[in-house]
């Protein structure tokens, strides 16, 4: 007897072939099934989405290809994973097969049978080890509003939405919750619990995951505990995955890409510092990792609870999953709002402590030119001088933004993009944060030889050196002189330097650190008091309707580095230098006041149809002209005529981006809004076989590519 699985592969998203490809097969195979297939004249790997005993219609024999193997080693992807793909491919409006197989360790695309086989032997060996010895789990006891969260959690039967203020203790919240999802025990014949936790950037905060494997790997076992992120090896990758789709992983811990990992017996997924916006993905499938979150439990709880029928032993017969920030995205407050997340409140922090005290220090009243207003100077040196620590944020690293000509006007620009090449001091070159050219700085201006270029405007580089000089006399408690370092993309670039530097810090033998927002996520830092935003405007002004959004959030973040320790957080502040001090927005930052500051937000997206109360897209173009890339947008609008919903949806005028040309491509997108996500929906699907019409029309000849975003973060 003859089986026709239907096969995703990994196929461009633009290459035209359907969703699925039907193969051949002597033995049933069951759906999930990972397989070798020919494509063309290579083997590929894929999926087996389906098993019929017949063909579909119109398909011979002849015209069909024999699955060429079997990884029967490993258990079938399960329906929930599948479903969690499907929908992913639909919603961002990519094909299946390009998601399905992104979401697998590349690693896997290599391996045969026969390879995968040794490494499951390999990994079984390896995995002996650590047996489980209950009871060491400990941990702090829980503060009362860590208490109440908790129990709120248990009871919850929507998302949970833990609105906690930084140095509230989330993280015990986290713990505790995913302590009590591993001590479930399951019934005979099912998958043992586990818990997802994604964080932003795992590399920043190497602390979550020391204290995840302290607290777990005692008592569940050496390799209960596996990371996912696109900073290991592959090989690593493999295995992490592995262990997380056998279930001899109990809790991964990993950045948005985990959120595609394998978890058969998901009972919780953990979602630190939900607003961050390195939660969407920013290129191939545009996907939300947080919304995916929040769609995955459902799922995950709509299957357990049609399988409790049999398994009404089962403790947990559900997904939960748990939102965590000080300062959440507006869609997840306003869904709090709605009652469709149960929102939960820690207002306090651990030991009683005080968040800072806000410090504006008006630039219209400073010294003509100068980068640390004096009375923020004053503030650090006293600090220094107890002892204590200061960070300084600035939203820019290199030594500064433009190098330029003052005889002749010449600027760094790029030759190859539409903006300026950073000048960095250190290693003398400038640097195009776009594309990566670099070339040494030049002796004299390239147009008109003038040997006099200078920097124009600062990055944390030219802060670190200002801040040495301008603190040159001050002394620790132990007479030494004061210490300034930085930290940012740059400083960090080498493996394990931000542990060294992170541990720098936390030992107390740096007292000032420059940084960009790295500095601000995340970090449990004991012995900061004071913290100071040196640049912040630039957001005030944004063109992007999210910028304040953004600013108060970092702010806030920052902010919330300083006086973690209750003792010293009484005398913790956050300064801000601002031309701008009147701004509403540092009105409710001084209060701390997150409520607020989201419900005027939230009043004026309502009036201006912005999400979370209006549905957004983005049709991007690159081509070689921009002629090009916006007649390729014109085209698709002007097609989209008659398509369903159409008369919901408005399609703006074709735009060129703001960075309007990268690496030589020149860049365009239209802006595809509606109020209702049904709509969008209908209308994006309807819109893709259009799409790829459009691409060979005659005017759009030069198109690089097109992409569809999704709940574009940024337009
Ligand atoms: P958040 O993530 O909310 O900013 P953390 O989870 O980093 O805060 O907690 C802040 C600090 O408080 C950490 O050093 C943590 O170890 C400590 N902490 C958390 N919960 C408790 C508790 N119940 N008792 C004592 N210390 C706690
Ligand atoms: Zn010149
Ligand atoms: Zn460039």
Redesign the pocket.
Known sequence: MAFWPSIVVATPAHSGVGATLTYRSELSLAPGVLVRVPLGSREVLGVVWDCPDAPPEGLTEARTKAVAGVLDGLPPLNACWRQLVKFSAQYYQRSLGEVALAALPPQLRGLDSTQLARRLKKRAKAGAAGPATPGELS?????DE?AEALQALAAASTPVLLF???????????LRATQAVLETTVSDGESPTQVLVMVPEINLTP??EA?FRERFEPGFGAGSVVCLHSGMTPAQRLNSWLAAHTGSARIVLGTRMAIFASLPGLRLIVV?EEHDPSYKSQEGARYSARDLAVYRAKVESEALAAGTAALRTVAMPRCQVLL?S?TPSLESWHAADQGRYVRLT?PG???GGALPRLRLVDMNHQPKGAVLAPPLLAAMSERIERGEQCLVLLNRRGYAPVLACHDCGWKSGCPHCSAYRVFHKLDRTLRCHHCGFTERVPRACPDCGNLDIAPVGRGTEQVEEQLATLLADVKRPDGSPARVARMDADSTRLKGSLEVQLAALHSGEVDVLVGTQMIAK?H?F?RITLVAGINADSALFASDYRAPERLFALLMQAA?RAG?DAAQSGASEMWVQTWYPQHPLFATLKKHDYPAFAAEQLTEREQAGMPPYGFQALLRADARTQQAAQAFLNIAAGQAAGLPHRDDITLYPAVPLTIQRVANVERAQMLVETHSRGALQRFLSAWQPVLHACRSAPEAKGLVRWAVDVDPLTI
């Open positions: 941990g702090h006891d829980l503060s860590q906690g203020a930084t140095g509230s203790g989330k993280t015990e919240v986290y602390q979550l204290r630190d965590g000080a820690m922090r651990i030991g995340g449990d004991r919330g973690r």
